[in-house]
Nanobody
Framework: QVQLVESGGGLVQAGDSLRLACAAS????????MGWFRQAPGSERDFVAS???????YYADSVKGRFTISRDNAKNTVYLQMNGLKPEDSAVYYC????????????????????WGQGTRVAVSS
C-alpha cells in the first residue's frame, strides 16, 4: 500500500519561508515523478512543482524563482522549499507521485499522478 505523508505546513507572515516534506512508502518501482499541488478554498487543485526521477524540475509560473523542489531518492522523500511567501500562496498543499516516469508535457496534469497525500495547510498572512 502506497502512502504519502506531508509535513511542514503552518501559519506564517508574508515574506517568510517554509519547507514542506513528503515521505513516500510502499512505492516498489523506481523512475516515478513526484509533485506538489495546492488547492485554495473554492478553487481547483493547481500544479505547483514537480521533479522527475532524473532530477529535472518544473514549476508553475506563479512560484518560479521563489519555490524549489528537490528529492532524496534513497529516502523516497520530496521537499518543497518556499521562500518569499505571499498571501496568495495560502492553500492546502498536496504531495503526489506517479507510478512511472512521465513525459515533461504531462507533469502539470493532476490526473497523471496516481498517489496522493492527505495535504498540509499553508496560511500566509499579510
Amino acid at each position: 500500500q502506497v502512502q504519502l505523508v506531508e509535513s511542514g505546513g503552518g501559519l506564517v507572515q508574508a515574506g517568510d519561508s517554509l519547507r514542506l516534506a513528503c515521505a513516500a512508502s510502499g512505492l516498489t518501482s523506481t523512475g516515478y515523478a513526484m509533485g506538489w499541488f495546492r488547492q485554495a478554498p473554492g478553487s481547483e487543485r493547481d500544479f505547483v512543482a514537480s521533479i522527475r526521477w532524473t532530477g529535472t524540475t518544473y514549476y508553475a509560473d506563479s512560484v518560479k524563482g521563489r519555490f524549489t523542489i528537490s528529492r532524496d531518492n534513497a529516502k523516497n522523500t520530496v521537499y518543497l522549499q518556499m521562500n518569499g511567501l505571499k498571501p496568495e500562496d495560502s492553500a492546502v498543499y498536496y504531495c503526489a507521485a506517479t507510478k512511472t516516469d512521465i513525459l515533461p508535457i504531462l507533469v502539470r496534469s493532476v490526473s497523471k499522478y496516481a498517489y496522493w497525500g492527505q495535504g498540509t495547510r499553508v496560511a500566509v498572512s499579510s
